[in-house]
C-alpha cells in the first residue's frame, strides 16, 4: 500500500473539529536511516545493537524506530472514533460495537446489559471508519483475544472501557465488578497484519447486509379507547 495515500488520509480519521490524537501518527515520530543508524555505529568504532548484542543484522529494526504511516493510521482511525465493526471469520456479516483504543489495541466488553456482540476468538476482521464523513476508512485483520480477571490486561482495559461508558447504571469505578459478576467480555482486538482496505484500494461492493437476527418487535396496533378518539377539529380560517 502507498504511504502517501496513507498519510494523506489521516485527516479523514481525525475529524475537523478533533483533539491531536495521543497516539503517534505518520509525523509525529522522526524516521531514522538505515544508512544514517549504519554509519554512527561505524564512526563510533562499534559494532552494536539496539537490543544490546553484538549482530549486524540486528542494527537495524524500522518497527523500534519509527510506527509505519499504515500502523498510524490505523492507531489514528481506531483512537478517534469510538465505533467500529468486527466481523467473525466466517461471518457473513460485520457488526457494530463502541470500543475504546489503548496501546495497540481496541477493546469492546459484551453481555449481559451491555452491547450484543458475537462470540470473538481466533481471527476477526475489523472496519474502522473516518470520523470526518462516517464512510469505512480501513478494513484491518485482527486477532480476538477474551480476558479474564487474571489476566494482565484486565486492569487496564476495564478501566478505560468504564471511563468511556455512557448512561453506565452505576459509577465508573464499580463497572469492573459488575462485569465481572454478570459474566460480560472483555476481548481484545488487536490488529494482525495491514490492512486489506485504504485510501486508494477499495473494494467494489457496498458492505452491506442484512441486519443482525434481534427479538425486538415493531409497535402493533394503538389500544382501543372507550367512545372512540376524539378528533381534532379543524380551526376556522379568517
Do not use: I
Not at 467473525?88 to 489503548?102: C, D, F, I, N, T
Not at 473494494?203 to 425486538?216: E, I, K, M, Q, R
Amino acid at each position: 500500500m502507498a504511504t502517501a495515500s496513507a498519510g494523506a488520509a489521516s485527516e479523514a480519521a481525525r475529524g475537523p473539529e478533533q483533539e491531536t490524537a495521543s497516539t503517534p501518527t505518520t509525523s509525529s515520530a522522526p524516521v531514522v536511516s538505515a544508512g544514517s543508524c549504519g554509519s554512527s555505529a561505524r564512526s563510533s568504532g562499534t559494532r552494536g545493537s539496539l537490543s544490546g548484542g553484538s549482530s549486524e543484522s540486528a542494527l537495524w529494526d524500522p518497527r523500534r524506530v519509527s510506527p509505519s504511516p499504515l500502523d498510524a493510521l490505523v492507531a489514528e482511525a481506531a483512537s478517534k472514533s469510538g465505533l467500529l465493526w468486527v466481523r467473525p471469520a466466517g461471518s457473513a456479516r460485520a457488526w457494530p460495537a463502541w470500543h475504546v483504543w489503548l496501546d495497540g489495541s481496541a477493546y469492546v466488553v459484551s453481555g449481559p446489559g451491555e452491547q450484543r456482540l458475537p462470540e470473538l476468538r481466533g481471527d476477526v476482521e475489523l472496519v474502522l471508519r473516518s470520523k470526518d464523513s462516517g464512510a469505512r476508512l480501513l478494513t484491518v485483520p485482527a486477532t480476538a483475544e477474551p480476558l479474564s480477571p487474571a489476566d494482565e490486561g484486565w486492569g487496564p482495559a476495564t478501566t478505560a472501557l468504564a471511563a468511556s461508558r455512557l448512561n453506565a447504571p452505576v459509577e465508573p469505578a464499580a463497572l469492573p465488578a459488575r462485569w465481572q459478576a454478570a459474566g460480560d467480555v472483555v476481548t481484545r482486538l488487536h490488529p494482525a497484519a495491514d490492512p486489506t482496505e485504504a485510501p486508494g484500494a477499495y473494494l467494489d461492493d457496498s458492505g452491506a447486509a442484512a441486519p443482525a437476527p434481534t427479538d425486538a418487535t415493531t409497535s402493533g396496533l394503538r389500544p382501543r379507547h372507550l367512545g372512540g378518539r376524539r378528533r381534532r377539529r379543524a380551526r376556522g380560517r379568517g
